[in-house]
């Protein structure tokens, strides 16, 4: 068993005074479950964690903690000794135990809600700046561009959030960050409705987790949670993120473009990122900075600019981070040419939103696609790309569904399908492997090969990154007499 003991620390505060000295239902053990367990010792309540996973609950009870089955907590009655109930955000809505608190009167908080109360009560040192960032695709190179730009500035800052270090873990850091870039998704936003940032931005919103939300309108309102704070930022070329202007509750919103901006808008004028909103004019970066290069990656920067210039970073440190970052892994990252042949992994973009932005960054494309489409469609992105691509090999749970589209609306370009029986008999590094060569016999010098599925991985890989590695491996065993000879 391992054994607690308490930080010195203020008062919880009026928010979280309840708290002290009640139990409160941690649901759900992963890595936001797992952030959770000090603050609440701290504050002097008494976390029981509940999982679907035989071993996700054997591995706290390890860690000395109080556990619950979940069919235990589906009875009646049975969640009435819990203060609170704080959820992982994947869980849905209508999950069980969440339904039985919403009608026992339980109030359910997410794990950013609670770390929003944890912040403004002071327990980890001073109230931080939330900089928050959402949006369907970019929101992770948009973050780590926001925090490359504030330690350009020397602001003390850290990137948590959605993009893998919890909030409550980078709020209890020595020394604590001023200012923190927070990725959220619609699921925490969804769980997270008192989070007021200092200012926040929607990227974009596309069809994406449809069936975790219940349709576009419910997802899209999610995302409009980042846009409650003293100021809000918005994608103007992305029409229903553009709309949330209207609907925005910030006390000011502004938004950026890829084009000559207005005023009160972040824009392009000759190659420059252009700042309209928060001063008269002036030019924060030169497009040949951004990394990635394309639309989408402008589109972040200018985001990113917008957030840190809403905190009063000047012009230079904003071209200082631009220029100091580097797209991570599997965004649109450049893997290697082979034979004038460019070979680049965005396995990320894992909707046809985000595919479309990669594609649309190259004019000669052999696309590598497929995987978990979840209930979006394809029939736009392929009609709006089908000039640029060369041929498509597909693969995963939904590559007829895409080989469908293509044959509408791009007949005249060559389609490979691997079947899922390949997948099976070959295992998922070899059926990569086959398509990277595949792909490569159709390409030629200036052409593209692009890893963007437009679909989620967990049909094959076990997560995107895996799929990413794997199109890396494969296009690191090439050579070039595999470039131009189709089989």
């Known amino acids: 068993m391992v054994e607690h003991t308490p930080r010195a620390l203020r008062s919880p505060g009026p928010m979280l005074e309840f708290l002290r000295g009640r139990d409160v239902l941690v649901a759900g053990w992963g890595v936001s479950g797992r952030s959770l367990i000090e603050p609440l010792h701290d504050i002097g309540a008494r976390p029981v964690v509940t999982d679907a996973g035989e071993k996700a609950l054997a591995e706290a009870a390890e860690l000395g903690l109080a556990t619950a089955p979940g069919e235990e907590l589906g009875l009646p009655g049975a969640l009435g000794r819990f203060a609170l109930v704080i959820t992982s955000p994947g869980w849905r809505p209508d999950s069980p135990v969440l339904v039985s608190a919403v009608t026992e009167g339980i109030p359910v908080w997410g794990d950013v809600e609670f770390a929003w109360w944890v912040d403004q009560a002071r327990l980890y040192g001073p109230v931080r700046k939330w900089l928050v960032i959402t949006g369907t695709n970019g929101k992770t190179t948009t973050t780590q561009m926001t925090h490359a730009i504030l330690r350009a500035a020397g602001v003390p800052s850290v990137a948590c959030g959605n993009i893998g270090l919890p909030i409550l873990d980078a709020l209890r850091r020595t020394p604590g960050p001023q200012v923190l870039a927070v990725e959220l998704s619609s699921f925490q936003l969804h769980w997270a409705p008192s989070v007021r940032p200092e200012a926040g931005v929607v990227l974009n919103v596309a069809e994406d987790h449809l069936d975790w939300h219940g349709g576009l309108d419910a997802y899209a309102a999610a995302k409009a949670r980042a846009l409650t704070g003293r100021v809000g930022v918005v994608g103007l070329d992305d029409p229903v993120a553009g709309a949330l202007a209207r609907k925005s509750r910030a006390r000011r919103t502004v938004g950026f473009r890829i084009g000559v901006p207005a005023d009160g808008e972040l824009g392009v004028v000759d190659g420059k990122l252009l700042d309209r909103a928060f001063t008269k004019a002036a030019i924060l970066a030169e497009v040949g900075d951004i990394s990635p290069p394309g639309p989408a990656g402008v589109a972040d920067a200018l985001a990113a600019a917008?957030?840190?210039?809403?905190?009063?970073?000047?012009?230079?440190?904003?071209?200082?981070?631009?220029?100091?970052?580097?797209?991570?892994?599997?965004?649109?990252?450049?893997?290697?040419?082979?034979?004038?042949?460019?070979?680049?992994?965005?396995?990320?973009?894992?909707?046809?939103?985000?595919?479309?932005?990669?594609?649309?960054?190259?004019?000669?494309?052999?696309?590598?696609?497929?995987?978990?489409?979840?209930?979006?469609?394809?029939?736009?992105?392929?009609?709006?790309?089908?000039?640029?691509?060369?041929?498509?090999?597909?693969?995963?749970?939904?590559?007829?569904?895409?080989?469908?589209?293509?044959?509408?609306?791009?007949?005249?370009?060559?389609?490979?399908?691997?079947?899922?029986?390949?997948?099976?008999?070959?295992?998922?590094?070899?059926?990569?492997?086959?398509?990277?060569?595949?792909?490569?016999?159709?390409?030629?010098?200036?052409?593209?090969?692009l890893l963007a599925p437009a679909a989620a991985s967990l049909d094959m890989f076990t997560d995107y990154t895996h799929r990413g590695r794997s199109f890396v491996a494969a296009v690191q065993a090439l050579d070039e007499g595999d470039i131009g000879s189709p089989r």
Do not use: C
């Open 306 to 449: 917008a957030l840190t210039r809403s905190i009063d970073v000047a012009p230079q440190f904003v071209k200082e981070g631009l220029q100091e970052h580097k797209v991570g892994p599997h965004r649109a990252a450049f893997v290697r040419e082979v034979g004038g042949v460019e070979f680049i992994d965005d396995s990320k973009a894992t909707n046809p939103h985000a595919a479309r932005s990669s594609i649309l960054a190259h004019p000669q494309v052999i696309w590598l696609a497929g995987g978990q489409l979840k209930g979006a469609h394809v029939e736009d992105l392929v009609e709006e790309v089908a000039e640029r691509l060369v041929a498509a090999v597909l693969f995963g749970l939904d590559a007829r569904t895409i080989a469908e589209a293509m044959s509408r609306h791009a007949p005249d370009v060559p389609v490979v399908v691997l079947d899922s029986g390949d997948d099976a008999g070959m295992g998922v590094d070899a059926v990569m492997a086959r398509a990277v060569r595949i792909a490569a016999g159709y390409a030629g010098r200036g052409d593209t090969v």
